[in-house]
């Protein structure tokens, strides 16, 4: 048997996908000895000449036939290829194959027509009967077809969610450990240091939006949303802090209101936007860093001042990119990432039902 198995997967053109080769190979063993002794009745295997002139003409045409209704069917599942296109993907390919395979068999009842030893005529009342089996075998041929392209679709879904959630369970875990960061805690406690002799009420007002910073970061810690009015709170603290550390070299403008009373987004994530800006970007006070948050009807918008560092020594591993795959679990929009010349922005999609994740 499994010599057999090689020697016919050896026959295989390049043409075809090993499924489709497969199948091809399983479809040929049962319907062309029933298609021919239905073409051709009793005579073809009481008679050797209508046996083998049937058996030569039905391996051409379903030679000719698999390649035609191959490219139809490959056709169509490019034009719907997800596992949700099923039913419509269905439908479609039964029309088509439909029709290609009622054409085809007719041409082929006419070539054989012409062929005396087979003694058919082309005419109604053997059409008709043809294309009723046509019609038979495309309904079995489509909806097998989508019933097993559809699971391996919903498959292929699937390990790409578990990948996803690992991905994102990973991104959780490094994002406890590095929750208190410690680059910016010591960069912030510097700058209090030195205010507290040169300005003890901007110090105090340092030391408690430092106070606010930490305090949303662990509280946030394990949650999958956050209220919007909730983060920009938090990142008008985180804001203040980065005035004060970095002075004339950032602008950071925030929305005086958000109008979203009940919209989520992820926690942290404007934070995240934000220290991709200063990751990649420099800062003098005479080209100031820009950075704008922007309330739209159903996104926020993080945008900066595009002024690249010729150089990043440092790449965060949980920066922007996991932001994108966790919005990708969570969100039925995607994030939007743009460029031009002056300016780059990403578009965070606004969650209005909080999602859950098992």
Request: aromatic residues 8%; glycine residues 6%.
């Given at each position: 048997m499994t010599t057999i198995r090689q020697y016919i997967e050896r026959l295989r053109p390049s043409f075809f996908s090993r499924q489709e080769w497969w199948f091809n190979v399983g479809m040929f063993a049962v319907w062309v000895p029933f298609g021919n002794y239905f073409y051709f009745g009793p005579r073809y295997l009481?008679?050797?000449?209508?046996?083998?002139?049937?058996?030569?003409?039905?391996?051409?045409t379903y030679a000719i036939s698999i390649v035609v209704l191959t490219l139809i069917v490959r056709r169509i599942i490019a034009l719907y290829p997800s596992f949700r296109q099923t039913f419509v993907r269905t439908l479609v390919m039964m029309?088509?194959?439909?029709?290609?395979?009622?054409a085809l068999s007719s041409i082929f009842l006419w070539v054989f027509s012409l062929v005396p030893v087979l003694e058919i005529t082309f005419n109604w009342q053997v059409l008709w009967p043809i294309w009723l089996l046509d019609g038979v075998f495309v309904f079995i041929f489509s909806v097998g077809l989508n019933l097993?392209?559809?699971?391996?679709?919903?498959?292929?879904?699937?390990?790409?969610?578990?990948?996803?959630?690992?991905?994102v369970l990973e991104q959780q875990i490094d994002a406890l450990k590095q929750k208190?960061?410690?680059?910016?805690?010591f960069n912030s406690l510097d700058s209090i240091s030195a205010l507290i002799h040169e300005d003890g009420f901007l110090a105090e007002r340092m030391v408690d939006n430092l106070a606010r910073v930490y305090r949303y970061m662990l509280q946030s810690s394990g949650q999958e949303q956050a209220l919007l009015t909730d983060e920009l709170h938090f990142i008008a603290a985180y804001a203040s802090l980065l005035r004060v550390r970095f002075g004339s070299r950032i602008r950071i403008d925030l929305p005086e209101t958000t109008l979203k009373p009940a919209a989520f987004i992820l926690p942290l994530s404007l934070q995240v936007l934000?220290?991709?800006?200063?990751?990649?970007?420099?800062?003098?006070?005479?080209?100031?860093?820009?950075?704008e948050i922007l309330i739209h009807e159903e996104q926020v918008t993080v945008r900066n001042s595009l002024q690249r560092k010729r150089l990043v020594l440092h790449h965060d591993r949980h920066g922007l990119g996991n932001l994108i795959l966790r919005y990708k679990m969570l969100a039925a929009e995607p994030v939007v990432v743009a460029e031009t010349s002056q300016t780059f922005s990403v578009t965070?999609?606004?969650l209005h039902v909080i999602p859950t994740i098992q």
């Open positions: 009481s008679d050797i000449r209508v046996f083998v002139a049937g058996s030569l003409g039905g391996q051409t029309l088509m194959v439909g029709m290609a395979v009622i097993t392209y559809a699971y391996q679709q919903w498959k292929a879904e699937q390990i790409e969610i578990e990948s996803l959630k690992s991905k208190v960061k410690p680059h910016f805690l934000i220290d991709n800006a200063l990751k990649n970007n420099t800062m003098l006070p005479s080209m100031p860093l820009v950075i965070l999609p606004l």
